[in-house]
């Protein structure tokens, strides 16, 4: 079997049998795809393969200067390629099974102020409701602020925004269904003002004779027929610029954290935001235990009696 079909099995197997949404899928393939080049250049494929040819594309990527958690990706596709080729009998050997992850720092989120997030809704609220807009233009900006209320009062993975389907319109209540990686579903609570920003989205969809009846809530003449995640961070970034705020330091996964932390700064539990970030392992959720941890520090410094300052000297 040749190189492509290896990885075309590999990959109808990640599809069928677990359940791999289609950005994972694409992943893998330029992860293996790479991985296939460096063994080209040395003259070797992936039946024929071993541990030092492993250890030198990881050696390889180092001096390239990839980060650590790159090399943790690249490496977890390769492994999961290599476990399927023996489990299916293609080779008698499994080459990663001795090989560390690279070591991983303990990164934190990217996040934003409470503050950041109302300066940035402000504004996007703030042009869609500009009088004398183009019917065009009333469905831009609409589209933007409906976008950001969803996905900071969701907490929503941004393929998952821009895909949803156009029956969300019809959602009347305060929670929606959406349908995650690996076709999870979850419950996902809508906030008051996404629900009037997504009136107001509707109504100037109408407006422009071009009401939402498709596949999708966020239809768009891209391949994928929505608006797409690329645009959206596009947008997003020169909306944070107009609205005063550093653009490099936005974008829709930024926002999705900013739900994450600020629920937990005010009380939420752990378990709670793993859910709604539709997260499978609460391991993936416990980045953000440094705000449980500062929240923690705060109420023991706040309310401890030991903390306590007495306006009466003892007697």
């Known amino acids: ?17 677990r359940g791999a949404a289609k950005n994972t899928l694409s992943s893998y393939q330029r992860d293996i795809t790479g991985y296939a080049e460096h063994l080209a250049d040395t003259g070797n ?21 990839l980060s650590a958690s790159t090399q943790a990706r690249r490496l977890s596709a390769i492994r999961q390629f290599h476990s399927f080729l023996f489990s299916e009998g293609m080779r008698s050997d499994d080459p990663c099974g001795t090989i560390d992850s690279p070591k991983l720092g303990r990164t934190l989120p990217k996040t934003m102020s409470i503050a950041d997030v ?45 895909g949803l389907p ?26 008051g003002r996404s629900r009037e920003a997504m009136a107001n989205y509707l109504e100037a969809m109408k407006q422009a004779r071009k009401p939402v009846s498709g596949r999708f809530l966020f239809p768009a003449g891209s391949g994928s027929g929505h608006y797409t995640r690329q645009a959206f961070a596009r947008d997003l970034k020169t909306l944070a610029d107009r609205a005063g705020l550093l653009p490099d330091l936005i974008s829709p996964h930024v ?20 859910q709604l970030l539709g997260h499978s392992d609460i391991s993936t959720t416990q980045i953000y235990t440094h705000v449980l941890e500062e929240r923690l520090r705060q109420l023991v410094e706040d309310h401890h009696p030991l903390n306590q300052s007495s306006d009466t000297e003892p007697d």
């Open 1 to 17: 079997m040749r190189e492509g079909h290896l990885l075309e099995a590999f990959l109808e197997m990640m599809s069928a049998e």
């Open 45 to 65: 494929t992936f039946l024929g393969s071993g541990t030092s040819d492993v250890r030198n594309y990881l050696a390889s990527m180092s001096r390239e200067g």
């Open 118 to 162: 109302d300066q940035l809704i402000a504004r996007a609220q703030l042009e869609s409701s500009q009088p004398k807009l183009s019917a065009a233009k009333r469905v831009k900006t609409a589209r933007m602020h409906v976008l950001i209320e969803m996905l900071y009062a969701t907490g929503l993975r941004v393929s998952e925004l821009v």
């Open 166 to 191: 156009a029956t969300t319109a019809n959602v009347a209540g305060r929670f929606m269904t959406v349908i995650g990686k690996g076709n999870k579903e979850r419950i996902v609570p809508l906030s």
């Open 255 to 274: 926002l999705r954290h900013a739900f994450a932390s600020h629920l937990l700064q005010n009380g939420a539990d752990l378990r709670s935001v793993q």
